[in-house]
């Protein structure tokens, strides 16, 4: 592995740690909110990108 990239590299450990900070920051409570608030987010990306691509395809034709 590069030099470089190994700070990148992501483990368990590493993904433990930024689930407790997640935790200690926003609470048990506040979390499912902030998945549907992304989740949303997603799937509203999803769908502009699909009708870019439908735009794209009636423009060739």
């Given at each position: 592995?590069?030099?470089y990239m190994l700070p990148l590299a992501i483990g368990a450990p590493q993904i433990i740690l930024i689930v407790v900070v997640v935790l200690l920051l926003f609470g048990?409570?506040?979390?499912p909110e902030l998945?549907?608030?992304l989740g949303?987010?997603?799937k509203?990306?999803?769908?502009a990108s699909k009708?870019?691509?439908k735009?794209?395809?009636e423009?060739?034709?």
């Open positions: 592995m590069n030099m048990g409570k506040k979390i998945m549907k608030g949303g987010g997603i509203e990306f999803k769908k009708e870019e691509t735009d794209g395809e423009k060739k034709d």
